[in-house]
């Protein structure tokens, strides 16, 4: 087996947002799932269960639901855009210990989403995060196609000068861990902590013990450690090592958090 990739050396942190930003269990993207359904049912004209079925289809096969519905009924990604992302952002609560510990990351920090620029504002502005991140690519940015396709990580990578190779990405979604790993960045899984109920389909909770996968935290909150990156053995964390960038640390994940 192989050792996971370090922290060390990195110089730029990818971030997802939904998932990733907060905790599952706020359960904020269930909204936007809903109005993806309701947006499917209206377009299609058919009832909501069928249209469910539909938008998971999609989900898994393009990417995301609306990757399938533009391909496979002409929608118009702005009309759908301005639709499921008009949400209810207030369950989302102020994380001053998550943007202390992002500004102390060494380097740049960008986020990479399938949703939009509007989204992703309003979701950084209500954690309060907004100024430790240099910019956001979504949806648009990656010209229509969303992760996992591997050209939105080369578009995304070309568009901001990115060297993969002192790249950290943190996302929820295992799947979209694949390219990164294959490009040379260091891979981070963000998994629900199990205190509280979240609402996610089966696949979307597998790959932890992916290849593919470096390393996998449950808590960004975590005392001790930099957005829940694991600690050494001295109990020194992960973004400590980062930030002296000496220290070797592919060897010490835990393996309690794998």
Request: proline share 7%.
């Amino acid at each position: 087996m192989m050792s996971p990739r370090p922290f060390a050396h990195i110089d730029t942190w990818v971030f997802d947002l939904d998932n990733t930003l907060y905790p599952h269990h706020v359960n904020l993207w269930q909204q936007v799932d809903a109005r993806i359904g309701e947006f499917i049912s209206a377009f299609l004209k058919i009832p909501a269960e069928e249209a469910r079925v539909i938008q998971k289809d999609y989900y898994r096969r393009y990417g995301t639901s609306m990757r399938g519905m533009m391909t496979e009924h002409g929608v118009h990604a702005d009309d759908y855009l301005a639709y499921v992302h008009r949400i209810d952002h207030s369950p989302l609560e102020p994380n001053p210990a998550m943007g202390a510990a992002i500004a102390k990351l060494p380097g740049r920090k960008l986020i990479l989403t399938n949703g939009s620029t509007d989204h992703a504002g309003a979701v950084l502005a209500r954690l309060g995060i907004s100024q430790h991140f240099e910019a956001v690519f979504d949806i648009i940015a990656a010209e229509l196609e969303p992760k996992p396709a591997p050209q939105t990580y080369d578009r995304f990578l070309r568009v901001h000068g990115v060297d993969p190779s002192k790249s950290a990405m943190f996302e929820d979604l295992a799947r979209n861990l694949v390219v990164p790993h294959q490009l040379g960045m260091t891979t981070v899984l963000v998994v629900p902590d199990g205190a509280k109920e979240v609402v996610r389909e089966d696949w979307e909770l597998e790959g932890r013990d992916a290849t593919y996968v470096d390393h996998v935290t449950d808590d960004p909150g975590r005392a001790g450690c930099a957005f829940g990156l694991p600690s050494d053995e001295d109990g020194h964390s992960v973004l400590a090592a980062a930030e002296r960038s000496v220290v070797d640390l592919g060897n010490v994940v835990p393996e309690d958090v794998r």
